[in-house]
T-cell receptor, first 112, second 117 residues
Framework: GESVGLHLPTLSVQEGDNSIINCAYSNSASDYFIWYKQESGKGPQFIIDIRSNMDKRQGQRVTVLLNKTVKHLSLQIAATQPGDSAVYFCAEKETSGSRLTFGEGTQLTVNP | GAGVSQTPSNKVTEKGKYVELRCDPISGHTALYWYRQSLGQGPEFLIY????????DSGLPNDRFFAVRPEGSVSTLKIQRTERGDSAVYLC???????????????FGEGSRLTVL
């Protein structure tokens, strides 16, 4: 039978290319957003965060863009490397809340 | 160790049995979270501790699930009368302040994979 939940969105890129991973969120009260990277058999690892008073934030090789108008978040990875292959999750949190709510996840595969 | 430690890494049990999953957070982290992750899904919030008390347990799916943190450090997630649908990876995470430090980082352990036969 069909396995529910196994069909993650996937993105396949060549080594050295730039990657863009997208995420839509639904909670208008969310004011803090984080991208996590999860390798097989490991827990999620923090990549970069952004608060709702910003629309862009840059880290090392990564940039997060936030469009509150359409409730859209993206993660850009420059010069993607094989070590970037993983599942990437966006997560959101409300100011008054204590929990992170995770999105569906995107499987990134980097081909050498 | 420097990171969040979870034991056991794998647990196989039979339907109806009781299980305990342990989390040892990063030393000095006051906030501790339990999440559950099913295959191909994002982590799902279960419970959040600030110190010894459960500040938010609204994510626990039913009364078969319970968690404690008696001394404000190690936490145990307890599942009674396990069902096949409880099979998942149970993730623990900690952060230095609650709910969030200025860095916003939540450090996750590698999880305990529970399989209920």
């Amino acid at each position: 039978g069909e396995s529910v939940g196994l069909h993650l969105p996937t993105l396949s890129v060549q080594e050295g290319d730039n990657s863009i991973i997208n995420c839509a969120y639904s909670n208008s009260a969310s004011d803090y957003f984080i991208w996590y990277k999860q390798e097989s058999g490991k827990g999620p690892q923090f990549i970069i965060d952004i608060r709702s008073n910003m629309d862009k934030r840059q880290g090392q090789r990564v940039t997060v863009l936030l469009n509150k108008t359409v409730k859209h978040l993206s993660l850009q990875i420059a010069a993607t490397q094989p070590g970037d292959s993983a599942v990437y999750f966006c997560a959101e949190k409300e100011t008054s809340g204590s929990r992170l709510t995770f999105g569906e996840g995107t499987q990134l595969t980097v081909n050498p | 160790g420097a990171g969040v430690s979870q034991t056991p890494s794998n647990k196989v049990t039979e339907k109806g049995k009781y299980v305990e999953l342990r989390c040892d957070p990063i030393s000095g982290h006051t906030a501790l979270y339990w999440y559950r992750q099913s295959l191909g899904q994002g982590p799902e919030f279960l419970i959040y501790f600030q110190g010894t008390g459960a500040a938010d347990d609204s994510g626990l799916p039913n009364d078969r699930f319970f968690a404690v943190r008696p001394e404000g450090s190690v936490s145990t997630l307890k599942i009674q009368r396990t069902e096949r649908g409880d099979s998942a990876v149970y993730l623990c995470a900690s952060s230095i302040l609650a709910p969030w430090s200025s860095t916003g980082e939540l450090f996750f352990g590698e999880g305990s994979r529970l399989t209920v036969l």
